[in-house]
């Protein structure tokens, strides 16, 4: 479960030439294309970003599970808690091989209005008992660094990521992640270069926006080699 190089799409990546990049990305070895939860480009507020529940669907469409699909990361505080269920998590879990991530979220890269104060931790319970979850074979993670995300993935054996950060944060995620049985997902980190490890674990690599001959350029040079 655990080695795995994979690919988080860019706001703009549906907006022009999405069939010609999505035909170069089935040339190359990726496990994972993730969509983030923004609704706001993170990059550039000006510019437009894709409603991310829309693009899971049409990509899953698309891929036909030859590449599998996530979410990096679904916010739990950026919505109403019965909207959230009914409207995003009820849906996704009813798609096969869906790696759902989950975070709380912060002001970092999207300026929010109003935050909800959902609990984490019974939205992990929803998705661990959802018989959708089990029977699809889909995958959860959380991300954080916090004592009480540490807790969560202890106690529900879940999968861990970090964005970016340092690589002693990450190595401290690993030594509680090497002592997990039967783990609800993979140990992640999301990156823009290549790092290596004596352990294996997911690479989620993160690109910017950009014209099609730079797109593909990019990713031959993450992807062409593993």
């Known amino acids: 479960m655990n080695k795995k190089n994979s690919l988080i799409l860019p706001p703009q990546f549906f907006e022009k030439d999405f069939e010609k990049k999505l035909s170069h990305i089935f040339k190359l070895s990726i496990d994972v294309l993730y969509l983030f939860d923004h609704f706001k480009n993170p990059i550039d507020a000006g510019k437009p970003t894709y409603k991310f ?28 808690s019965e909207i959230l269920i009914e409207d995003i998590i009820d849906p996704l ?33 929803y998705i661990l ?8 074979n889909s995958t959860l993670f959380i991300g954080g660094n916090s004592q009480s995300k540490i807790d969560l993935f202890k106690k529900y054996n879940l999968g861990i990521n970090q964005w970016m950060g340092s690589d002693s944060d990450f190595l401290d995620k690993q030594n509680i992640y090497k002592n997990f049985t039967n783990p609800k997902g993979s140990l992640s980190r ?16 993160v690109v910017k926006d950009s014209n099609l001959k730079i797109f593909q350029e990019t990713i031959d040079n993450i992807f062409k080699n593993d």
Do not use: P
């Not at 008992?129 to 699809?136: D, E, G, P, R, T």
């Open 190 to 205: 999301c990156v823009n270069v290549k790092k290596k490890y004596e352990f294996d674990y997911e690479q989620i690599f």
């Open 93 to 125: 879990l009813e798609l096969k091989n869906i790696n759902l991530g989950l975070g709380t979220g912060d002001n970092k890269y999207e300026k929010h209005d109003f935050i909800f104060n959902n609990d984490i931790e019974e939205i992990i319970k």
């Open 129 to 136: 008992n959802n018989n959708n979850f089990i029977s699809n």
């Open 53 to 80: 529940m829309d693009k899971v669907f049409t990509l899953y469409e698309k891929v036909k599970n030859e590449i599998e699909i996530g979410v990096c990361v679904l916010n739990v505080n950026a919505r109403d």
